[in-house]
C-alpha cells in the first residue's frame, strides 16, 4: 500500500492531474518522486497483491489492498482469492488520460444507438462497474534499411514502332517502425485488443509502481515471439503502401512486388530488417463485464485514446415487437404499389430463404471461429498442452489446420456469393423476355437454388468447428431449407393455378422468420463469450 506522507491516508493515481492524490487529504505527490523504498531500489520486479478468481482462473494485479469485488473476466461476483507475489517488472507505462466518467458516457452513447439492446446494459448501476486495469503489452521496434532494387517497364510509341523500356532502379530505404503493440496477457482477447488499437508510443513513460495505485494490472503470460510474424508483416504491407506512392514509381511504371512474396524475402530486394529486443509496457484499458447465464459480453475502451468498442447482444423481445411494428407499414406499402404474379412472389421468397440460409452460415462460420479462439494467438500459445517439447510441433499443425479451414471458407463464400449473385441478376432477365421462355428459366433458377442449398448446407456443415457453432442448426434452417425445395419444385412443375405459388410464397415466409430468429440467437451467441477458462492458472479447473 501507498502512504501519504502527510496522513498515512491511501494513494492513488489521479487520472486529471496525472498524480498520486491522498483518498483522505488530497496531497498531491508527483509519482516519480515520491520516494518508497521499493521504488527506490534498483530491481526487476515489484509486489503485488493477486487475485485470482475460483471460478475462471483469471488473474488481476494491484499495489493497494482493496479486495476485488468481482472477477473482470467471466463477472462473477465473488470473494476473490488472494496472495502477494512479485512480478516482472516493465519498461514503460501509458497512464490512464480517461476517467470512468468518459467511459459512462462514450459507453452510454454506443448502448442508445444500439435499439435493440437489454435493458441492463442502461443501469446506471451496472455502469459504475467499470474496472481501470493495466493490460501488459510487448512493445516492437524494428528498422528498415538498404538499397531497394527493382525493375519497371515503360511502353510508348515513336510513328509507326512501339518502343518498350526495361531497366533496374535503385531508391534508398531508411525507416523506423517503433512503438509497435501487441497484447502479452492471453486473459485479453487479440480480437478485442485489435479493436481498441493503436497505442500512441510518444505517451510511454518508465514505469514505476506507483502509477498503478488506486487501478488493477494483469499478468503477462504471452511469449513476445508470438507476435513477431505479424508484426513483421505489418511493416512489410506499411513499407509497399509507402512505396506505391513514391512519384517516380509511378511515373516510370515500377512494378512492386507482391504483397506476399515481399514478406517472404524482402532480403531479396536489397532490404534489411533489424530488430530491438521487445519490451514490456503496461496500457490502459477500462473494462466492462455483462455476464447471463453462461456467457459473457465485454466493454472495452483504450484509456489513453478512448476509442471504445462493446458486444452488445440483442433483447429477442424487442427485435420482435419492432419487427411486428416495421412490418406493417411495409405490408401496406407492397400491397397498395406493387403488383407481382404468383410466379413473382414465390422466386422473391426462395430468393429470400436462400439469402437467409446464408447469412445463418456466415454466422455460425464466425462463431466457430470466435469460440475455438482461432484469431487469438495469445489465448493459443499458452493453451494446456502446448507447453514442453512439443509445443512447436503443435503450432504448426494448429497453424495448418486453421489455413486448411482458413482457405476453404474463402472459397466456399466466393462460390455461395456468386451463385446468389447469378440468381439476383436472374430475376430481371426473366422480365425482359417472352413468356414462352418462362418455364425453362424457372427450371434454371430452381437448379441453381438447389445448388445454392446444397453447397450451403455442406459449408455448415464442414465449419461448425465447435458444440456452441453446432446448436440448433437443424432447427433453425428447416423452415428455409424446406420453402427452398418446395419452391423449386413448384417452378419446374409450373401448375396452372396460382394457389400453388401463393402457398409456396407463405411456406418460404414462415421459413425465413424461423431462420431470421436463429440469426438473432445466433447473433447473440457471437456478441457475447464463453465464460473463460484459463488452464495455466489456480483456479479456472472447474469448467475444463
Given at each position: 500500500?501507498y502512504?501519504?506522507p502527510?496522513c498515512?491516508g491511501?494513494?492513488?493515481?489521479?487520472i486529471?492531474?496525472?498524480?498520486?492524490?491522498c483518498?483522505?487529504?488530497?496531497?498531491?505527490?508527483d509519482?516519480?518522486e515520491?520516494?518508497k523504498?521499493?521504488?527506490?531500489?534498483?530491481?526487476?520486479?515489484?509486489?503485488?497483491?493477486v487475485?485470482?478468481?475460483?471460478?475462471?482462473?483469471?488473474e488481476?494485479?494491484?499495489?493497494?489492498?482493496?479486495?476485488?469485488?468481482f472477477?473482470?473476466?467471466c463477472g462473477?461476483?465473488?470473494?476473490?482469492?488472494?496472495?502477494?507475489?512479485?512480478?516482472?517488472?516493465?519498461?514503460?507505462?501509458?497512464?490512464?488520460?480517461?476517467t470512468k466518467e468518459?467511459c459512462?458516457?462514450?459507453?452510454?452513447?454506443l448502448?442508445g444507438?444500439?435499439l435493440f439492446?437489454?435493458?441492463?446494459?442502461?443501469?446506471?448501476?451496472y455502469l459504475?462497474?467499470?474496472?481501470g486495469i493495466?493490460i501488459?503489452?510487448?512493445?516492437?521496434?524494428?528498422?528498415?534499411?538498404?538499397d531497394?532494387?527493382?525493375?519497371?517497364?515503360k511502353?510508348y510509341?515513336?510513328?509507326?514502332?512501339k518502343?518498350?523500356?526495361?531497366?533496374s532502379?535503385?531508391?534508398q530505404?531508411?525507416?523506423?517502425?517503433?512503438g509497435?503493440?501487441?497484447?502479452?496477457?492471453s486473459?485479453?482477447?487479440d480480437t478485442?485488443a485489435?479493436?481498441?488499437a493503436?497505442?500512441?508510443a510518444?505517451?510511454?513513460?518508465?514505469f514505476?509502481p506507483?502509477i498503478?495505485?488506486?487501478f488493477?494490472?494483469?499478468?503477462?503470460?504471452?511469449?513476445?515471439d508470438?507476435y513477431e510474424k505479424?508484426?513483421?508483416?505489418?511493416?512489410?504491407?506499411?513499407?509497399?503502401d509507402r512505396?506505391?506512392?513514391?512519384?517516380?514509381?509511378?511515373?516510370?511504371g515500377i512494378?512492386?512486388?507482391?504483397?506476399?512474396?515481399?514478406k517472404?524475402?524482402?532480403?531479396?530486394y536489397?532490404?534489411?530488417l533489424?530488430?530491438?529486443?521487445?519490451?514490456?509496457?503496461?496500457?490502459p484499458?477500462?473494462?466492462?463485464?455483462?455476464r447471463?447465464?453462461?456467457?459473457?459480453?465485454?466493454?472495452?475502451?483504450?484509456?489513453?485514446?478512448?476509442?471504445i468498442?462493446?458486444?452488445?447482444?440483442?433483447?429477442?423481445?424487442?427485435?420482435l415487437?419492432?419487427?411486428?411494428?416495421?412490418s406493417?407499414?411495409?405490408?401496406?406499402?407492397?400491397?397498395?404499389?406493387?403488383t407481382?404474379?404468383?410466379r413473382?412472389?414465390?422466386?422473391?421468397s426462395?430468393?429470400?430463404a436462400?439469402?437467409?440460409?446464408?447469412?445463418y452460415a456466415?454466422?455460425v462460420?464466425?462463431?466457430?471461429?470466435?469460440e475455438s479462439?482461432a484469431?487469438?494467438?495469445?489465448?493459443?500459445?499458452?493453451?494446456k498442452?502446448?507447453?514442453?517439447?512439443?509445443?512447436k510441433?503443435?503450432k504448426?499443425?494448429?497453424?495448418?489446420?486453421?489455413?486448411q479451414?482458413s482457405?476453404?471458407?474463402?472459397?466456399g463464400?466466393a462460390?455461395?456469393l456468386i451463385?446468389?449473385?447469378?440468381l439476383?441478376?436472374?430475376?430481371?432477365?426473366?422480365?425482359?423476355?417472352?413468356?414462352d421462355?418462362?418455364?425453362?428459366?424457372?427450371?434454371?433458377?430452381?437448379?441453381?437454388?438447389?445448388?445454392?442449398?446444397i453447397g450451403t448446407?455442406?459449408?455448415?456443415?464442414?465449419v461448425?468447428?465447435?458444440?456452441m457453432?453446432?446448436?440448433?442448426i437443424?432447427?433453425?434452417?428447416a423452415?428455409s431449407?424446406?420453402a427452398?425445395?418446395?419452391?423449386?419444385?413448384?417452378?419446374?412443375?409450373?401448375?396452372?393455378?396460382?394457389?400453388?405459388?401463393?402457398g409456396?410464397?407463405?411456406?418460404a415466409a414462415?421459413?425465413?422468420?424461423?431462420?431470421?430468429?436463429?440469426?438473432?440467437?445466433?447473433?447473440?451467441?457471437?456478441?457475447t463469450?464463453?465464460?473463460p477458462?484459463?488452464?495455466d492458472?489456480?483456479g479456472?479447473?472447474?469448467?475444463?
Open positions: 500500500m502512504n501519504c502527510n498515512s491511501n494513494l492513488s493515481f489521479d486529471a492531474t496525472q498524480k498520486l492524490m483518498d483522505y487529504c488530497k496531497t498531491q505527490i509519482p516519480y515520491y520516494e523504498a521499493q521504488d527506490a531500489e534498483v530491481s526487476d520486479v515489484f509486489g503485488v497483491t487475485f485470482t478468481c475460483p471460478q475462471c482462473g483469471g488481476i494485479m494491484t499495489t493497494n489492498v482493496t479486495a476485488a469485488g472477477c473482470t473476466y462473477a461476483s465473488t470473494i476473490l482469492d488472494s496472495r502477494m507475489r512479485e512480478e516482472k517488472r516493465p519498461a514503460h507505462i501509458i497512464p490512464f488520460s480517461h468518459d459512462r458516457k462514450s459507453y452510454s452513447s448502448v444507438r444500439a439492446a437489454p435493458r441492463a446494459l442502461r443501469d446506471p448501476e459504475d462497474r467499470f474496472r493495466y501488459p503489452y510487448w512493445v516492437y521496434d524494428y528498422k528498415m534499411e538498404g531497394l532494387h527493382l525493375k519497371g517497364t511502353s510509341r515513336r510513328g509507326d514502332y518502343i518498350t523500356e526495361n531497366y532502379m535503385t531508391g530505404v531508411n525507416a523506423v517502425y517503433s509497435l503493440t501487441h497484447d502479452a496477457s486473459s485479453f482477447d478485442v485489435a479493436s481498441i493503436p497505442y500512441e510518444s505517451k510511454l513513460k518508465p514505476t506507483s498503478l495505485c488506486g488493477y494490472a494483469d499478468a503477462p503470460d504471452v511469449e513476445s508470438v505479424d508484426v513483421v508483416s505489418d511493416i512489410c504491407d506499411d513499407s509497399l512505396l506505391s506512392g513514391v512519384p517516380e514509381y509511378k511515373a516510370n512494378e512492386l512486388p507482391d504483397a506476399e512474396q515481399f517472404k524475402g524482402y532480403s531479396s536489397g532490404i534489411k533489424s530488430e530491438k529486443k521487445p519490451v514490456l509496457a503496461y496500457l484499458v477500462w473494462f466492462l463485464t455483462y447471463k447465464d453462461d456467457r459473457v459480453a465485454y466493454a472495452v475502451m483504450n484509456g489513453s485514446t478512448g476509442k468498442t462493446a458486444d452488445l447482444p440483442v433483447d429477442e423481445k424487442k427485435y415487437l419492432g419487427s411486428l411494428f416495421l406493417v407499414p411495409l405490408f401496406a406499402l407492397l400491397a397498395f404499389f406493387f407481382m404474379t404468383g413473382v412472389v414465390l422466386l422473391l426462395s430468393l429470400l436462400l439469402i437467409s440460409l446464408f447469412l456466415a454466422e462460420s464466425a462463431i466457430s471461429d470466435k479462439h484469431n487469438d494467438k495469445g489465448f493459443t500459445s499458452v493453451k498442452g502446448d507447453t514442453g517439447k512439443n509445443a510441433k503443435k504448426e499443425k494448429n497453424g495448418e489446420s486453421s489455413g479451414s482457405g476453404f471458407k474463402k472459397f463464400t462460390v455461395l451463385l446468389l449473385f447469378i439476383v441478376g436472374l430475376r430481371p432477365f426473366i422480365a425482359y423476355i417472352s413468356t421462355s418462362l418455364p425453362n428459366l424457372y427450371s434454371i433458377y430452381a437448379i441453381i437454388s438447389s445448388l445454392v442449398l448446407i455442406f459449408y455448415m456443415s464442414f461448425t468447428e465447435t458444440d457453432a453446432r446448436r440448433h437443424y432447427l433453425h434452417t423452415g431449407i424446406l427452398v425445395v418446395a419452391a423449386a419444385g413448384i417452378l419446374v412443375w409450373d401448375p396452372a393455378s396460382d394457389l400453388w405459388f401463393y409456396g410464397s407463405i411456406l414462415f421459413g425465413v422468420c424461423l431462420t431470421f430468429l436463429g440469426i438473432i440467437k445466433k447473433y447473440n451467441v457471437l456478441s463469450r464463453p465464460l477458462t484459463f488452464y492458472r489456480e479456472g479447473n472447474d469448467r475444463a
